[in-house]
């Protein structure tokens, strides 16, 4: 039987893929509908809805297509409860490493990612 933080691991490598490839897809597995996505990088802070992010990762060119070195990371991943468990990582797109807090829900057996909170931090490479 796969642990719970194994199964949260497992969305988290899809999250990442789906980031990698701009496979608004596969994000659309990841997350919940209803998720939402912020950064307090931008003022005021930006937050948007699934619907209003997804086309954001349509319309970029993928790192993939760029052939960029994949640099994402599972810092940690912390069980809250049964059914909640966040997770802390580090990806990089383009010129730009980011951050994510990251609040999972288990819903009908499944972890989904509800919230997307994260930091950009520009290379200095």
Known sequence: MTSAVEEIRQVLQAYFDGLYHCDVEKLGKVFHPRAIYATADENPPLIRSMPEYFPVVAARASPASRNETRKDFIDAVELVGDNTAMARVRCSIGD??????????????????????????????
């Open 96 to 125: 730009r490493d980011f951050v994510d807090v990251l609040s999972l829900i288990r819903e009908n057996g499944e972890w989904k990612i509800i919230a997307k909170v994260f930091q950009i931090i520009r290379n200095q490479t």
